[in-house]
């Protein structure tokens, strides 16, 4: 066990906080499992209907790591105004797919009340969107010490298999009213660039095979015609020249997506100790909340 959290560490160092969240340096352990980091959110209030919305206001659950966990309050924001949708977020830093499968006891960085199958019992939603930048360095216990680093072909193969088994329980879970899974793509992997490209293909199969969703929010943080490629910087959109907050440097057209030392995370705010949504107004996170909500209305207009 000590081998594993020290090639955690020092991987997570490598990544500049990769698998923490915005809010806790990669020096810090894990919470303990009966610690939660975050508990559901559940946002209840509807604004007025917008031209946009579906007919049917739809109910998100999203579950995820650090990326969620800096995400959520304005992907909320996004899905309220836009859907009409009832939101409710639980994601949990430093956590990989298999952290949120029942089953895992105490071998996971989420609580049993917040495992996606348990919540989906209790909320019924219609969507349940799930982010993962594919923690596996010896911080996420419920990998079993699996790596990228040491044996790549192992990682991919269990991510794969816990991405199945994550869907046979939300399916389980929902019953005669299963929701649809949204897999969110993620941006380029500056460090392994590879990994990021085949985890996200991995996301793609399984939505093909079980006949869910993708939302490729990673391409709305890439350069255009080069998805693979990480930038820290991109042109400002028509949308962030309207709003000039989220258009970081206008005279030079181009707006920060990360922060100098944090070459995962999308919000501009110092990490602190206690993990937490995003503070500030963040392009990154604007775009890929936007993306995610954009799939999620497409299909909730179709029905």
């Known amino acids: ?44 209030r509807r604004p007025p209907a917008s ?22 309050r304005v992907l909320g924001e996004e899905l309220r105004r836009d859907l009409g949708a ?35 019992r209790s909320l019924h939603p219609d969507y349940v969107v799930l ?10 216990w419920c990998m079993d010490g699996i790596t990228h680093n040491a044996s790549p072909g192992e990682y991919f193969e269990r991510f794969a298999a816990d991405a199945e088994r994550l ?14 899974i949204v897999w969110v793509l993620q ?14 293909s991995l ?4 939505a093909a095979a079980s006949g869910d969703l993708v939302a490729d929010a990673g391409k709305t943080v890439s350069p255009a015609g080069a998805r693979q490629t990480w930038v820290q910087y991109l042109p400002c959109t028509a949308y962030e020249h309207d709003h000039p907050d989220y258009c970081t440097q206008p005279d030079r057209d181009r707006t920060a997506l990360h922060l100098d030392k944090d070459y995962l995370h999308f919000c501009l705010a110092p990490t602190t100790a ?27 207009r179709s029905r």
């Open 131 to 140: 982010q993962f930048w594919g923690n596996a360095w010896g911080y996420t």
């Open 274 to 300: 206690t993990p937490k949504p995003c503070p500030v107004r963040s392009p990154g996170i604007l775009r890929i909340a936007r993306e995610i909500t954009r799939v999620i209305g497409e299909r909730a």
């Open 187 to 200: 941006g380029p992997d500056p460090i392994t660039p590879d990994r990021i490209r085949r985890v996200n």
């Open 167 to 180: 869907t046979e329980q939300i399916a389980a879970a929902g019953g005669a009213k299963r929701p649809k």
């Open 86 to 120: 009832k939101y409710t977020s639980a994601p949990y830093s430093g956590t990989t797919v298999c952290d949120y499968l029942e089953g895992t006891g105490a071998r996971s960085l989420v609580p049993d009340r917040d495992k996606a199958a348990a919540l989906v």
């Open 51 to 72: 031209p946009r919305a579906p007919a049917k206001a739809p109910t998100v659950l999203y579950l995820g790591d650090s990326l969620a966990m800096e995400n959520q």
């Open 203 to 206: 996301y793609e199969e399984q």
């Open 1 to 44: 066990m000590r081998r594993v959290w020290a090639v955690g560490l020092l991987l997570a160092g490598l990544l500049l906080g990769a698998c923490t969240d915005p809010a806790s340096g990669p020096e810090d352990a894990p919470p303990a499992p009966d610690v939660p980091v975050s508990s559901p959110t559940t946002e209840h």
